[in-house]
């Protein structure tokens, strides 16, 4: 499940990246050789970073690569930081949870009210949808954290599922 979970985010992301820089290579390119940028570039970047930024989001908690402040870390009880780590791996899955279903009730209403971009009309809703899901995998992953955690340490970084 993992290594699935890492293909498909990894290729989401890694599409959507190549995507921007080609779309600001043939933009720009366009605005200096032939005076003339592409239409909507700007609309379509911003779409392709909702893409790279929750495709990646899922692998950046599988890995444990979230910012940590780990300053108490050295003074504080091995139990105490193990508490520290199903908490925080509880609160981090709840909140994405909670979000991802936020995320799902927002698509439907865009999907009613057949909210586009505002310049190519492209639909909202399928975006808010892939938004949705990876919130709801990433909570997933930190609540698989809190029932089987990672073998890279028990100071809250990630790891093996």
């Known amino acids: 499940m993992k290594k699935h979970l890492e293909t498909v985010c990894g290729l989401l992301a890694g599409i959507a990246l190549f995507g921007i820089m080609a779309l600001t290579f ?3 390119g366009g605005r200096k050789l032939l005076s003339h940028s592409i239409t909507g570039s700007l ?3 911003e779409l392709l970073m909702v893409v790279v930024i929750f495709a990646a989001l899922p692998l950046v908690s599988l890995r444990g690569e979230h910012v940590v402040f780990d300053s108490l870390d050295p003074v504080l009880p091995k139990s105490v930081r193990a508490v520290q780590r199903v908490l925080v791996q509880l609160l981090c899955g709840a909140a994405l949870l909670g979000l991802g279903v936020l995320m ?3 698509g439907t209403s865009f999907v009613e009210s057949g909210e586009t971009t505002a310049q190519l009309a492209i639909p909202k809703a399928p975006f ?11 909570g997933l992953v930190h609540l ?3 029932i089987r955690p990672s073998q890279a340490g028990e100071e809250g970084e990630g790891g093996t599922l």
Do not use: K, R
């Open 26 to 28: 043939f933009d720009v």
């Open 43 to 45: 609309e379509l970047t």
């Open 104 to 106: 799902w009730q927002t």
């Open 128 to 138: 808010i949808y892939g938004m949705s899901v990876l919130c709801l995998m990433t």
């Open 144 to 146: 698989a954290f809190v």
